[in-house]
């Protein structure tokens, strides 16, 4: 018997056990008894075709046949939601196009709009609480959502700015997934990101700058690399401690961008404040601009003010003000939500994965298109340092702490209907004031220990979908690994060599796992090195040139090998062993009380703590993060706490802001060392010497 409205509690419990994988377009695996709660009564097929008022819909889905059966598919067990437009929003659909009958949409229409609407991935409307679903839908797009009210005082989710679920009807469920009917047809842009602003006649100013400065045909040319073949590849087997695992190579080599664009009032804002003048034709709007690009980076490129190329007549030139100005309001990736824009919220903790928001916002650093510079990006969560911030809201280049009170720029989550923001290569979001490497930026903002998890310092794998994506609350056979066409609970991926942009190894597989909410890695998903590796890397870029130390977060174990590090090719001290931990003789040895509620670290006195800072520094160690974690069910286990679960200083170097730098890791084990002489990389740090180079005693870098 079908089931409507279920409690809130029994849906929360199947999303957290549901199938999250990237790319997916079937689901035939049996569900596992332990984690997936089942209904009796119909499959979404029998749902479909059982009410006369989805009869239009159900008939796009039996035509849907490119790919294999989309009926069949949802006839089987899974983990769906199916988003479900009623005759009448089909009907709309046909109009606005100028067809009087489905029969005139092609089966590849057909194809595209039933896997449109379909997420293998189950969601009640509860679950809808950010700007975008976390698991894209069949044809591997992202769908918007948002939280309204309508006429009655109701809370009801709008798609994509424009289909709205019915409120009666949602969240039925069947057998395989949950039912939400809606009231218009949900379709994605097949625009190019630039095509996309463009058509916003808001952010006018901002597309004059793009198209002038050259950078509008760069964002239309990538799209997708034709020439990857994932079938070229086979699945590659492992071992991870004790944990027997299999990893695929990524099913799709896509290029994407992120792009953050101040309306055209910011700007107009801006220039009235520092007295720019403009006539308002565009010529005078593109001259405004290019003012107030020289008023920020005049300043940070001093040495280029008297090029050529600085000159208004030359906006494609690289050291262009204004060139440089938009370049860094570009990501090299895509993101479609704020959500993803930091670390993934772990549901039964209500917070970022494995970070204790009360003592630390999230933050994660990319990449932008002005060479060598990061756009920092913090949610707001700890009460003390909001400002005049929104909590939990997202923010660029924002630093409000106990030094500095910078507010930055906040992103707008909003999702629309008239202005679209998600193209087929791209992202855009609204801010609300200016995004500029900027003094202030430079010295100020970033002028900090900047950590950032390895999935983040490689573009591509945000871009095709990779970043924290599995079911984390549950582990795999640790004998047997799923290997299955769809593993019920999300894949592992390794990388061909050429697939990841500024990456070279030889005689080694390079593993992205998964994430596991219970493992010793930050943010539960961690990379490891497996073979005779010799693995190199470009780091990313420091906000300025001075001393800064390189640090590696990771977990040592008894099954992991040892690796030389190389810094821009010049060998950096004796080797890692991440066999050795906290409490060997080779760091503290038995003085290292491991506790993973931290109790014993938070009741050591102040004066205690910066004394064993400076021994272990001194030894090129550091605890792990005092806000870093990883959790058992809901119990949290602190990092700081675990003798296995440190930093190690890679090397403490000069490093020109202005010049690419390399880490290299060589294999200096003894032959097949362990698990094939593992190597694991967790998150890296890139810390000044404003923070590392304390030497007072009773003084201490914060342990955050």
């Known amino acids: 018997m079908n089931m409507k409205n279920l409690r809130e509690n029994i849906l929360t419990l199947m999303v957290a056990t549901a199938l999250v994988a990237p790319t997916m377009t079937s689901c035939t695996d049996e569900p596992d008894g332990d984690n997936f709660f089942t209904f009796t009564g119909e499959m979404a097929s029998d749902y479909l075709r059982n009410r006369s008022d989805f009869s239009d819909f159900t008939e796009i889905v039996n035509r849907a046949n490119q790919q294999g059966s989309i009926m069949d598919m949802l006839s089987s067990y899974g983990h769906y939601t199916c988003f479900v437009p009623t005759n009448a929003a089909v009907q709309t659909y046909l109009q606005e196009r100028g067809f009087t009958s489905i029969s005139q949409l092609s089966d590849a229409d057909c194809d595209t709009l039933a896997r449109t609407h ?10 809808m609480n950010t700007d975008m679903l976390p698991t894209a839908n069949l044809n591997g797009r992202y769908l918007g959502t948002a939280d309204t009210i309508d006429a009655n005082g109701r809370s009801v989710i709008i798609l ?3 289909a709205r679920i019915d409120f009666d009807l949602k969240d039925d469920t069947v057998e395989n997934g949950i039912m939400q009917p809606i009231d218009r047809v949900i379709e994605k842009s097949n625009s190019s990101i630039s095509d996309l602003l463009r058509n916003d006649d808001r952010v006018g100013i901002f597309f004059q700058a793009l198209r002038a400065t050259g950078l509008e ?13 994932p079938t070229a590849y086979p699945k590659y087997y492992y071992t991870s401690d004790f944990w027997k695992e299999v990893a695929w190579v990524p ?9 953050f664009v101040e309306p055209d009032t910011v700007y107009q804002n801006k220039f009235r404040e520092l007295g720019i003048t403009t006539d308002g034709t565009q010529e005078g709007n593109l001259r405004a601009l290019y003012q107030l690009a020289c008023h920020y980076y005049d300043v940070v490129y001093a040495e280029d003010k008297d090029a050529p190329g600085h000159a208004f007549e030359n906006l494609t030139d690289s050291v262009n003000p204004l060139k440089r100005f938009v370049q860094y309001h570009i990501l090299n990736r895509k993101v479609s939500g704020t959500a993803d824009l930091t670390p993934l919220i772990h549901k039964k903790m209500n917070e970022a994965f494995g ?5 630390a916002n999230p933050v994660d650093w990319y990449h932008t298109l002005l060479p060598h510079t990061m756009i920092k990006i913090e949610q707001l969560t700890m009460v003390q340092y909001v400002g005049k911030g929104i909590r939990y809201e997202r923010y660029v280049n924002r630093r409000y702490d106990d030094q500095f009170q910078f507010e930055g720029a906040l992103i707008d989550k ?8 998600d193209g087929i290569n791209g992202h855009f979001f609204y801010v609300n004031d200016i995004v500029a490497f900027s003094d202030d930026v430079q010295n100020k903002v970033q002028n900090m220990r900047i950590r950032m998890d390895f999935s983040t310092i490689f573009p591509e794998v945000m871009t095709n979908d990779m970043r924290l994506k599995g079911n984390y609350d549950q582990d795999d056979d640790s004998g047997t690994p799923d290997d299955a066409t769809v593993p019920k609970n999300g894949r592992n991926f390794y990388f061909p ?3 990841l942009d500024g990456v070279s190894f030889s005689n080694c597989h390079l593993v992205l796992r998964r994430p596991h909410q219970n493992f010793w890695s930050w943010q539960g998903d961690e990379w490891n090195i497996f073979g005779e590796y010799d693995f190199t890397f470009r780091l990313p870029p420091v906000p300025y040139s001075g001393d800064w130390q390189i640090r590696l977060g990771f977990c040592g174990l008894k099954t992991r090998g040892v690796a030389q590090i190389y810094f821009d090719g010049v060998p950096q001290g004796i080797p890692l062993d991440m066999t050795q931990y906290l409490n060997e003789e080779a760091f503290i040895g038995s003085r290292f009380e491991n506790d993973e509620t931290a109790a014993k670290y938070d009741a050591m006195s102040d004066e205690d703590k910066a004394k064993e800072q400076k021994v272990l520094k001194n030894l090129g160690a550091y605890r792990a993060g005092r806000s870093t974690y990883h959790t058992n069910g809901s119990t949290k286990y602190f990092f700081i706490g675990n003798y296995r679960t440190f930093r190690r200083v890679l090397c403490q170097v000069r490093i020109d802001a202005n010049k690419d730098h390399y880490l290299r890791f060589r294999v200096a084990s003894d032959s097949k060392q362990g698990n094939d002489n593992e190597f694991m ?10 923070v590392y180079g304390v030497d007072s005693d009773g003084e201490m870098e914060d342990d955050l």
């Open 414 to 421: 909003k999702v629309e209907s008239d202005y679209i923001h």
């Open 217 to 229: 045909e760069e964002l239309t040319s990538m799209v997708k690399d034709d020439s990857y073949d």
């Open 355 to 359: 970070i204790e928001t009360t003592l």
């Open 497 to 499: 060599e050429g697939y």
């Open 118 to 127: 379909l997420v293998n991935n189950m969601y009640s409307t509860i679950d």
């Open 160 to 162: 994509e700015g424009l």
């Open 251 to 259: 099913d799709t080599k896509k290029y994407g961008y992120t792009i």
């Open 681 to 690: 990389l967790d998150y890296l740090e890139l810390v000044p010497k404003s």
